[in-house]
């Protein structure tokens, strides 16, 4: 009985040296098609430097227009680091994800 529970202490000390299990922020990338690859990944680089990208793939606004002002908006913030020929390629992947999600439903 005093094993099981001294075992049972050294694999809670042992878990809580490792910490939580790492937290994903966004999609995964095998998920996608050839060519949106490498328009998510300038998404990715660029939108996370500022916020989650969860916040930008739950927008509740998810058509052209809201795309098209929102990363205009974004890259007039200071240290975005979206520059005017990265928009095309951020909408590029907003616009494919914006398609694709139209009639999923999101958990609140």
């Known amino acids: ?31 996608l098609p050839p060519d949106v690859g490498a328009p ?20 509740s606004g998810n058509t052209k227009e809201y795309w098209d002002d929102c990363v205009e908006r974004m890259r007039r913030q200071p240290g975005s680091g979206i520059s005017v020929e990265d928009t095309t390629v951020v909408l590029r992947f907003l616009y494919y994800y914006a398609a694709t999600q139209a009639n999923v439903q999101r958990p609140e």
Request: charged fraction near 15%; glycine fraction near 4%.
């Open 40 to 59: 998510y990944a300038l998404f990715s680089d660029r939108c996370s430097k500022c916020h989650s990208l969860a916040r930008a793939l739950n927008a």
């Open 1 to 31: 009985m005093i094993a099981c529970t001294l075992a049972i202490l050294l694999i809670a000390c042992r878990a809580s040296l490792d910490g939580p299990p790492a937290q994903v922020d966004g999609l995964d990338p095998a998920i």
